[in-house]
Each structure stands twice: as structure tokens, then as C-alpha cells.
């Protein structure tokens, strides 16, 4: 019995493990910032900006991207006040290829492509005008691959012999699906199916892709969407954390300095990121031995949080037939 022990509990995890470092690919690798071009689109506030504080700050050359011209000076002026440091600006819709691509060309060779660029209308899919729907779609997803499409040849043939990187933000809500995040959540999940096969077509030019996975976040858009959102969507959605700009923007950056295809924020992202591991790759073999370990463990929790949200669903509807009913 000693033995099935000492085999089930040490050897066989020990075997695992070094499985799983000949297995895991692609390898670890680590993307400097300091003196490179980091190129953030969303620049102009809440995580974008954040990003453009904390890059500046590590030393590296800083151009933002949003829509607003306005907003993007009051950007570029915080951030010399807090670090010294001038950004460059570019204002353009990602929407719009052609005005991307002339912003990109202007501001020459990039090294870390952040996209954190993103619209967000909380509300049932029956209550969303088509052209909402279209609206989040063209800026969450395909502003995305305009960006992308538009930085790959000279990202491509920089000179530059270090790593380089392209990290999307996407949300957790890119990686469970949420009431009234119908439109929200499949932009943000085609992002995931987007950045797994641009990792394959890019490694052999040694650029890494990070898929960045915040919780709600304390911006200037999270007041706004609050005031739409749908009490079953607060309801369900209570039981996430907020966190601040600053804390995903230091959560971000140092997984895309990491390399890590997947960059959790949280206790719960971390959950999430374990639970929905999938076909994502994965660098760090001991991440790699958590997931598998965690699998099955991670099912039932994942069972266990859709039977509280339906739970609440079930109980809402009920309730909301009983007050019409008595009134």
C-alpha cells in the first residue's frame, strides 16, 4: 500500500512534470520594453492609458492611437507630467484600415503591438439595434485585425533581433459567456480564436502573441455601461471583481514581458484562464502541470457557477411573472 502510495502521489506527478517540460511549446521566452516601441491602440484613458504610463515609465518609446484628438493630448500631457516622457499621437478609427495603416507607417517599426481598443453595450441581443451589434463587432474584432494586418510586414522585418510581441486585450467575458453580453462576448471570444492561430503564423518571425484577460475595470466606460446593463447581468455579474486601470495595466505588462499567451488579472481570471485552457498553448510547463492537474476539479466548479446563474435566472423570471400576474 506504501508502495501505490509513494507511485500515486510522488513519481507520478514527478513523471508528469517532466513530460510536460519536453512537451510544452512553444518555449518560455522573455520580451524586453526598455528602448523599444511599444504602439497601444485605446491609448487616450482608462486601461490604454495606464499601459502608456507604466511603459513610458520602464524606458520604453510610446505611441497611442484612439479616436478622439482631444482626449489623446490630454493623454500625452499626463503622461509627461507624471514620468518625463513625450508619447506620440495618432488619431484614427480602427475601423478604418487605410487611416491605421497611415498611422502605423507614420510612426514606423513597432515592437510591442498592445491592442486594448474596445466598445462594450451591455443588453439582451432582442433589445440591441443591428447596428449596436455591428458597432461592437467592427471595433472589438475586426478594428483588431485592421491593427494587426496593418503593423505584420515591418513588425516582420524589423531589424531588431529581440522578441517581439502583439497582446490583445480581450475581457473575461472572452473567456465565459454572460446575460446581456451576447455581442460583447462573441467579439471578445473570436479574439481568442484570432490570437491561438496568429501565434502559429508569426513564431517563426519571433513575435509572441498575448491574449490579456481583465475583469471589470474601474474606467470612465464602466459607469456608462452600468447605466445599461441589465439587473440579470448585474445579478450574475456581482460576483466579480473590479479592479483598477493601474493594477490590469501592471498585470498586462508584465505577462507580455513573460511572453505568456495567456495573462489572467485575478484570483478569478486565473480560474478561468485553468478552466478554459483548451488548445491555447502554454510556455511555462508548471502552468501546463496545474491545468492538467486542476481539469476535472475546475469542471465541477464550472458546473457549480452555471447552476447559480441559472439559478438566478429561473428565480428572476419567476419573479417577474408573479409581480405581473399580481398586478
Same mark, same amino acid.
Given at each position: 500500500?506504501?508502495?501505490?502510495?509513494?507511485?500515486?502521489?510522488?513519481l507520478?506527478?514527478?513523471?508528469l512534470?517532466?513530460?510536460?517540460?519536453?512537451?510544452?511549446?512553444?518555449r518560455?521566452?522573455?520580451?524586453? +520594453?526598455?528602448?523599444?516601441h511599444?504602439?497601444?491602440?485605446?491609448?487616450?484613458?482608462?486601461?490604454?492609458?495606464?499601459?502608456?504610463?507604466r511603459?513610458?515609465?520602464?524606458?520604453?518609446r510610446?505611441?497611442?492611437?484612439?479616436?478622439?484628438?482631444?482626449?489623446?493630448?490630454?493623454?500625452?500631457?499626463?503622461?509627461?507630467?507624471?514620468?518625463?516622457?513625450e508619447?506620440?499621437l495618432f488619431a484614427a478609427d480602427?475601423?478604418d484600415?487605410?487611416a491605421?495603416k497611415?498611422?502605423?507607417?507614420?510612426?514606423?517599426?513597432?515592437d510591442?503591438?498592445l491592442?486594448?481598443?474596445?466598445?462594450?453595450?451591455a443588453?439582451?441581443?432582442e433589445?440591441?439595434?443591428?447596428?449596436?451589434i455591428k458597432?461592437t463587432m467592427? *471595433?472589438n474584432?475586426?478594428g483588431?485585425?485592421?491593427?494587426?494586418?496593418?503593423?505584420?510586414?515591418?513588425?516582420?522585418?524589423r531589424k531588431?533581433?529581440?522578441?517581439?510581441s502583439i497582446?490583445?486585450?480581450s475581457?473575461?467575458?472572452?473567456?465565459?459567456?454572460?446575460?446581456?453580453?451576447?455581442?460583447?462576448?462573441?467579439?471578445?471570444?473570436?479574439?481568442?480564436?484570432?490570437?491561438e492561430?496568429?501565434?502559429?503564423? *508569426?513564431?517563426?518571425?519571433? +513575435?509572441?502573441?498575448s491574449?490579456?484577460?481583465p475583469?471589470?475595470?474601474?474606467t470612465p466606460?464602466l459607469a456608462?455601461?452600468n447605466?445599461?446593463?441589465?439587473?440579470?447581468t448585474?445579478i450574475?455579474?456581482?460576483?466579480?471583481?473590479c479592479?483598477?486601470?493601474?493594477?490590469?495595466?501592471?498585470?498586462?505588462?508584465?505577462?507580455i514581458?513573460?511572453?505568456?499567451?495567456?495573462?489572467s488579472?485575478?484570483?478569478?481570471g486565473?480560474?478561468?484562464?485553468?478552466?478554459?485552457?483548451?488548445?491555447?498553448?502554454q510556455?511555462?510547463f508548471l502552468?501546463?502541470?496545474v491545468?492538467? *492537474?486542476?481539469?476535472g476539479?475546475?469542471? +465541477?466548479?464550472?458546473?457549480?457557477?452555471?447552476?447559480?446563474?441559472y439559478?438566478?435566472i429561473?428565480?428572476?423570471?419567476s419573479?417577474?411573472?408573479?409581480?405581473?400576474?399580481?398586478?
Open positions: 500500500m506504501a508502495d501505490a502510495y509513494f507511485f500515486l502521489f510522488f507520478l506527478p514527478l513523471l512534470l517532466v513530460v510536460l517540460y519536453f512537451l510544452v511549446k512553444p518560455p521566452v522573455k520580451i524586453p +520594453i526598455k528602448n523599444r511599444v504602439f497601444i491602440t485605446g491609448g487616450s484613458s482608462g486601461i490604454g492609458l495606464s499601459l502608456a504610463h511603459a513610458a515609465a520602464e524606458g520604453a510610446v505611441s497611442i492611437l484612439a479616436r478622439s484628438l482631444g482626449k489623446l493630448e490630454e493623454a500625452r500631457n499626463a503622461i509627461r507630467l507624471a514620468t518625463g516622457i508619447v506620440a480602427v475601423r484600415f487605410e491605421v497611415r498611422a502605423v507607417d507614420e510612426a514606423g517599426p513597432i510591442v503591438l491592442l486594448n481598443h474596445g466598445v462594450f453595450v443588453l439582451e441581443l433589445k440591441m439595434e443591428l447596428s449596436e458597432f467592427d *471595433v474584432l475586426m483588431t485585425l485592421n491593427l494587426i494586418k496593418a503593423a505584420l510586414p515591418a513588425m516582420k522585418n531588431d533581433p529581440l522578441p517581439a497582446a490583445l486585450v475581457s473575461q467575458a472572452g473567456q465565459a459567456g454572460i446575460y446581456g453580453y451576447v455581442a460583447y462576448s462573441a467579439s471578445k471570444f473570436g479574439l481568442r480564436g484570432l490570437a492561430a496568429l501565434q502559429q503564423e *508569426v513564431i517563426a518571425d519571433n +513575435i509572441h502573441v491574449l490579456i484577460f475583469p471589470d475595470t474601474d466606460g456608462e455601461e447605466r445599461r446593463k441589465p439587473e440579470l448585474k450574475i455579474a456581482a460576483s466579480s471583481g479592479m483598477t486601470a493601474e493594477k490590469v495595466a501592471q498585470k498586462a505588462l508584465d505577462g514581458k513573460s511572453g505568456s499567451f495567456i495573462v488579472c485575478n484570483l478569478e486565473i480560474a478561468l484562464s485553468l478552466a478554459t485552457a483548451g488548445l491555447s498553448p510556455r511555462s502552468m501546463a502541470f491545468e492538467v *492537474v486542476a481539469a476539479i475546475l469542471r +465541477i466548479v464550472a458546473l457549480g457557477m452555471q447552476w447559480t446563474w439559478g438566478s429561473e428565480k428572476y423570471h419573479q417577474r411573472k408573479g409581480s405581473t400576474r399580481s398586478s
